[in-house]
């Protein structure tokens, strides 16, 4: 709950534009790690299957916090969403200077 709320104070501050970006090198897969960490209880009571293929190497310039609202927003509505005993899939693909991140589940 303490996360829903400070993501939505977080949200109002980015949409009024006050906010100011911390961008620095972050670690993307530690950042999934966390996040992940943090659902792990609903991962397992919903019995869910993570397919989890983010490149190790891959340099990300970002806000870390608001990168973490983002992850933790998108990671939660896939889980809840998800069909029990279902899977998630989380992969990356780099191409040129971009980065595109998916995250994949059996919907219900």
């Known amino acids: ?17 006050r906010a100011i970006m911390q961008m620095a090198e ?8 966390d996040v992940l960490f943090s659902y792990s209880e609903l991962i397992k009571q919903k019995d869910l299957k993570l397919d ?8 990300l310039i970002a806000d870390e916090k608001n990168m973490e609202i983002v992850i933790r927003n998108v990671i939660g509505n896939a ?3 998800t069909n029990q005993g279902a899977r998630i899939k989380i992969s990356s693909e780099i191409t ?7 995250v994949f589940n059996e919907a219900e």
């Not at 972050?26 to 790690?33: E, N, R, S, V």
């Not at 040129?96 to 998916?102: A, D, F, H, I, N």
């Open 26 to 33: 972050i670690d993307l897969a530690a950042l999934f790690d």
């Open 96 to 102: 040129g200077s971009q980065c595109r991140l998916e």
């Open 52 to 59: 989890y293929d983010l490149d190790d190497s891959l340099p």
């Open 1 to 17: 709950m303490d996360h829903i709320i400070k993501d939505l104070l977080k949200l109002s501050e980015l949409e009024s534009e």
């Open 79 to 81: 889980i809840v969403h």
